[in-house]
Each structure stands twice: as structure tokens, then as C-alpha cells.
């Protein structure tokens, strides 16, 4: 017999089509749908006819929990996330628990586009060349390990997507790191911020650093801070990767 499998499984930043065929694939093998209840609003109809473990936020112990406990019983079970499973999201910590509790169950992981990608193509290519990612909740990261990462970042001239920028309860980190940018890149630098990449109601801003809209910033934004090589030019935010300067046009 086969080795009992669960799936981690990214439904992309919103859009219908931006779901992956083989999200959708995996979606309809699955007996028990586990997941956030506002992602599971997302797509109703994918999970028609399905059992469905839903809770809110903070609850992700508890639901991957009860996910495993459905796959032990040999359910075929989905654990879903928006964007990609592995990034801020659940797959990790199927992982962690499967080997906790030594159970006999494969973590399969079904890759989704992650908002850094989805923000980045709506406001043009600013991850051309190296960037970062930085989650800015300090909820499971101290904050002087947060601090101390965008300090890195911004010394390596990196560009940066930011994700959980700013919450109701956390304001504070999102003005640490653009001043820690300020001040590697200069007030000048471009900066992009993207609220509800593929959604309805989906923004796209671009500013410099010195005039960063703090105000509009939540836990639905997504912000790419620019480096020394990033241009925004005809309406589009951009990284120069060098092909020109070496090549020639
Ligand atoms: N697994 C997800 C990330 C979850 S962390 C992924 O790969 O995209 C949640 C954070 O992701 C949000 O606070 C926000 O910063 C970002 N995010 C997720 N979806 C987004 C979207 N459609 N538009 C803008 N930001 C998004």
C-alpha cells in the first residue's frame, strides 16, 4: 500500500486564475478541506461536497491538527493557504508536527503564486535581480531578529518584499524598515505597494521612500522596497539587472 499522503496546498493570491491545475487537481482528490475561514471563502465552490475544518486566525495548530488526525484515518486531506504553502503558510509546520508525532504521513506540497510574485507583475519586474523576503509580525520572530534582517538586507543593496506589513495591533516595524532603507538607499529610492494583488478592489501604488503612505498599509498590503538599481519610468517599478550596461542596447 501506498504511504498515506497530505496535501500543503497554495491557492495563489486571489484570482480564479491564478490557481495552479495542479492546486485544482489535488483539491478534487480531497475527502476533508482544512484551512483559514476567509481562504475558504475564497473559492466555495472548489470545496463543494467536501468536509471542511475551518477556524481563524492563531488556529493553525489546531486545524493542521485535526487535518493529520483525518489523514491517519485515511482521509485524503488538503490543508490550504493562499498564495504558496511554504511561505508564511503551513507546510512547515505539517512538517513539524508529522515528525513530533512520528506519523506515517507524506507532506506532498503543491506550489502557488506567492504575493511577492503577483505584486511584482502588477506594478512591473522590481525583483529582477536578488531580493529578500521579510515577514514584518513579530508574532513567531522577535523583533530585534526582524530588525536585524532588514539592517542585513539593506546592506546588501537588496531589494525587499515585505509581507504582514502592518496589522490594527502593529504599526511600528513597517516605519523601522523604511527608515532602515532611507538611510542604505536614500529617501529617493521607489518603493511598491500592493493591496489585494488579484482580488476585487486590488491597488498598486508606487512612491519614494521619504513620502511612504504609512496610513494605508494592512494586512492585505504587500510592499517591495527597491534598491540602488530600481527605476520607475512609464508608469512601471523596475530593477535593472545590468543587461544593458554590459551588453549594450
Ligand atoms: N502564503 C502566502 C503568505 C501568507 S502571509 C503567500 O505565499 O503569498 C500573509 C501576508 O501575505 C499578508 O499580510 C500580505 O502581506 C501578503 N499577501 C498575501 N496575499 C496577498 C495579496 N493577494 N495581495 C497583497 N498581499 C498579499
Redesign the pocket.
Known amino acids: 500500500m501506498s504511504k498515506q499522503v497530505i496535501y500543503a496546498i497554495?491557492l495563489?493570491?486571489?484570482a480564479a486564475d491564478l490557481l495552479t491545475p495542479r492546486a485544482a487537481r489535488a483539491i478534487a482528490q480531497c475527502d476533508v478541506i482544512a484551512g483559514y475561514n476567509a481562504y475558504l471563502k475564497q473559492f466555495p465552490e472548489l470545496f463543494n461536497g467536501k468536509k471542511i475544518i475551518g477556524n481563524g486566525m492563531r488556529g493553525e495548530i489546531e486545524r493542521c491538527n485535526l487535518a493529520l488526525k483525518e489523514a491517519a484515518c485515511g482521509k485524503t486531506v488538503g490543508v490550504i493557504?493562499?498564495?504558496?504553502?511554504?511561505?508564511?503558510?503551513?507546510a512547515g509546520l505539517l512538517l513539524e508536527l508529522v515528525n513530533a508525532e512520528g506519523m506515517d504521513i507524506e507532506v506532498v506540497s503543491i506550489p502557488?503564486?506567492?504575493?511577492?510574485?503577483?505584486?511584482a507583475c502588477i506594478l512591473g519586474a522590481p525583483l529582477m535581480n536578488d531580493f529578500a523576503v521579510i515577514?514584518?509580525?513579530d508574532l513567531l520572530t522577535p523583533r530585534q531578529i526582524i530588525v536585524k534582517r532588514l539592517k542585513a538586507v539593506a546592506a546588501g543593496d537588496m531589494v525587499c518584499a515585505?509581507?504582514?506589513?502592518s496589522?490594527t495591533r502593529r504599526k511600528s516595524l513597517i516605519r523601522e524598515a523604511v527608515e532602515i532603507f532611507m538611510e542604505a538607499h536614500g529617501g529617493d529610492c521607489y518603493c511598491g505597494i500592493?493591496?489585494?494583488?488579484?482580488?476585487p478592489g486590488?491597488t498598486a501604488t508606487v512612491c519614494q521612500l521619504c513620502n511612504f503612505p504609512f496610513d494605508s498599509i494592512?494586512?492585505?498590503?504587500?510592499?517591495i522596497t527597491g534598491n540602488s538599481q530600481t527605476l520607475f519610468e512609464n508608469g512601471k517599478l523596475f530593477t535593472k539587472r545590468g543587461y544593458i550596461e554590459k551588453y549594450g542596447k
Request: proline fraction near 5%.
Open positions: 497554495g495563489g493570491p486571489g493557504s493562499s498564495g504558496d504553502a511554504g511561505i508564511y503558510a503551513m502557488g503564486v506567492t504575493a511577492a510574485s503577483a505584486a515577514s514584518l509580525s515585505l509581507y504582514n506589513p496589522s500592493v493591496k489585494d494583488a488579484s482580488r486590488e494592512d494586512m492585505t498590503t504587500i510592499v
